[in-house]
């Protein structure tokens, strides 16, 4: 029995007393969390862009080079040492897009505010609901006709470059105004029309086009102009299809096709900046946006 015993007291003190349980501050805890978002952040950027299939190549590489690691592949060792400084710098100008929208958008992003939600009061509105029913109205009633249109309208970010490659107009706006702007044949109708609070701004500006492959082939200029805007900056863009009438919604780069009346009235809501209701919550992780 004494044996026993002092076999388990000799196996205790060789493989289990130098195990300790470290002391854990609060700063490590915040720290563990700060690294989990911003790990969690990279791969759904990673994920949404077009670097998710260039990050598959390069794990492809980076396996391939373990496997001639473990085999002692002298030469093939040596050409990824050599060419690894190279990589680096070749990394970055291939990301140079995904890098530039990605910086962007944390530029637009208020950090506190998407972790934090405080009860907050009504702090004004962009635009009146009035302005909200007439941008439904008039965009359902051309889609009714077949008539394509492209509105944009601003949040927080500068549309100053794009209201000048338009006709400056500064006017109220009305679902009749819109009409005319983008009927047939118009001196106005081809282009955007840029909104700006309860005015309409600017008509026939140019937008950039977006550069994403995800979108449907069946997709026309108007569309990807659309997107192409709320990709560079916060707006909000409604588009009317010429061929199907039918009407979408571009925002933060995506596209939601189809749209109802309903569905087009909640939308313009919910970037109106009307009321912003009360929430005691701690956000670490984005909902999964619908595509």
């Not at 030469?75 to 400084?85: C, D, E, P, R, S």
């Not at 009346?261 to 939308?267: S, V």
Request: charged share 25%; glycine share 6%.
């Amino acid at each position: 029995m004494s044996e026993i015993i002092e076999s388990i007291t000799s196996f205790i003190e060789r493989y289990v007393t130098w195990l300790s349980i470290p002391s854990i501050k609060w700063t490590d805890i915040v720290e563990v969390l700060i690294i989990s978002v911003l790990l969690y952040r990279v791969l759904a950027w990673v994920k949404e862009s077009k670097a998710w299939s260039l990050m598959k190549g390069i794990v492809f590489i980076l396996v391939f080079v373990m496997v001639a690691a473990m085999f002692s592949m002298t030469t093939i060792l040596w050409i990824a040492k050599n060419v690894f400084g190279v990589a680096v710098t070749a990394m970055v100008v291939v990301f140079q897009p995904e890098l530039r929208k990605a910086l962007e958008q944390l530029g637009r992003r208020k950090v506190l505010s998407s972790l934090f939600q405080f009860d907050n009061r009504i702090i004004g509105e962009r635009f009146s609901d009035q302005t909200i029913n007439e941008i439904v109205r008039g965009s359902f009633e051309m889609g009714r006709a077949k008539t394509g249109a492209l509105i944009v309208i601003g949040q927080n970010d500068p549309l100053t470059d794009y209201e000048k490659t338009g006709i400056m107009l500064d006017s109220v706006i009305t679902s009749q105004l819109l009409i005319n702007i983008f009927e047939h044949n118009t001196p106005l109708h081809d282009g955007a029309v840029i909104v700006r609070g309860n005015r309409l701004v600017s008509a026939t500006c140019y937008l950039p086009l977006s550069e994403n492959m995800e979108l449907s082939k069946e997709l026309g200029t108007r569309h990807r102009a659309g997107v192409g805007i709320s990709e560079v900056t916060d707006s909000m863009t409604v588009i009317v299809s010429e061929e199907t009438g039918r009407v979408s919604v571009a925002y933060e780069g995506k596209l939601s096709r189809n749209v109802d009346m309903d569905e087009l009235r909640e939308m313009l809501g919910s970037i109106q900046g009307k009321t912003i209701e009360e929430k005691k919550s701690f956000r670490l992780f984005k909902r999964k946006a619908d595509k």
